[in-house]
């Protein structure tokens, strides 16, 4: 990884070459979407077809973004890894400058590469970690509206980081996917995953190779079932065991749930960017 990005950085005016792979880091909002994907139904608005629109009008020509990591409605992204192939000599500032002119105000570039042509967004990619905000508090915020998951009952964060230990490393997590879920194993591997209080914020931040379908918002239902007292010490162990997603209790809300970084092998020399949201401590 090379050094942050500066939000005053200066992008390059001197035109790239035809044919160059570009990567790029996308933050969004997604409470007005339907995820991520780009979908059949007519007028259903998703962040791929607002991005691939506002690429496209700076390419003027059709452009196909692929991301890291497919998010569903109402989700929310910090640093979501896409790349695509360009077909037309652009500037790095066209590219960053210019697709943010086209985007909606919920969806920003934050930095554009040119790569390699072996690097995928979704395949080179050897880790993905989210955050799942909690605002901890009696009453809702106006402010914070589709982008926290308000719980109005005290947590104990330092018992939900007891807990969330037990998903640790390599194992089968059948309890945490949703039905729907249509990968061929259940296998993850957990690097992480810590759940710290910042004042009124209750953070999840949890990192692995890869994620089921709603995973990580079933782990977050679990642990605030353990954190509130609904359930007991050691319930987060009992629903991984079970394999039984019926025993795994209630989805978390999507819209705490943010996206915040992917890694990828160090020669591909991504900028990193600051982990997010902006309201919440890195």
């Not at 998703?46 to 390419?59: E, N």
Request: aromatic residues 8%; neutral net charge.
């Amino acid at each position: 990884m090379i050094a942050d990005v500066d939000c005053f950085d200066r992008f390059e005016d001197e035109p790239l070459p035809f044919g160059c792979r570009i990567a790029m880091a996308v933050e969004y909002q997604g409470s007005a979407y339907r995820g991520w994907q780009s979908q059949d139904k007519p007028r259903v608005a998703t962040v791929q077809d607002s991005l691939q629109a506002a690429i496209s009008s700076i390419a003027a020509t059709t452009v196909t973004v692929i991301c890291a990591g497919r998010t569903d409605a109402g989700v929310h992204a910090t640093h979501q890894i896409v790349h695509f192939d360009a077909t037309v000599s652009r500037s790095l500032k066209a590219w960053v400058a210019g697709v943010n002119a086209k985007l909606p105000e919920d969806i920003a570039v934050q930095w554009a590469k040119p790569v390699s042509n072996d690097f995928h967004a979704r395949f080179s990619a050897t880790a993905r970690r989210y955050r799942y905000i909690i605002l901890n508090q009696a009453r809702r915020s106006a402010h914070l509206a589709k982008g926290v998951t308000l719980i109005d009952q005290p947590l104990d964060a330092d018992l939900m980081h007891q807990e969330a230990q037990v998903l640790l490393g390599e194992q089968d997590f059948s309890a945490f996917r949703a039905a729907s879920c249509q990968s061929k194993t259940a296998m993850r591997n957990i690097h992480h995953a810590n759940v710290s209080r910042y004042g009124r914020y209750i953070v999840l931040d949890i990192a692995g190779n890869a994620f089921l379908h709603h995973m990580v918002r079933n782990i977050a239902g679990v642990l605030i079932a353990v954190g509130s007292g609904q359930m007991p010490v050691g319930w987060t162990q009992q629903v991984l065991n079970s394999r039984d997603r019926n025993q795994g209790g209630v989805t978390a809300k999507p819209h705490g749930l943010y996206l915040v970084d992917v890694s990828y092998p160090a020669h591909f020399e991504l900028p990193e960017s600051r982990v997010g949201p902006d309201f919440v401590p890195s």
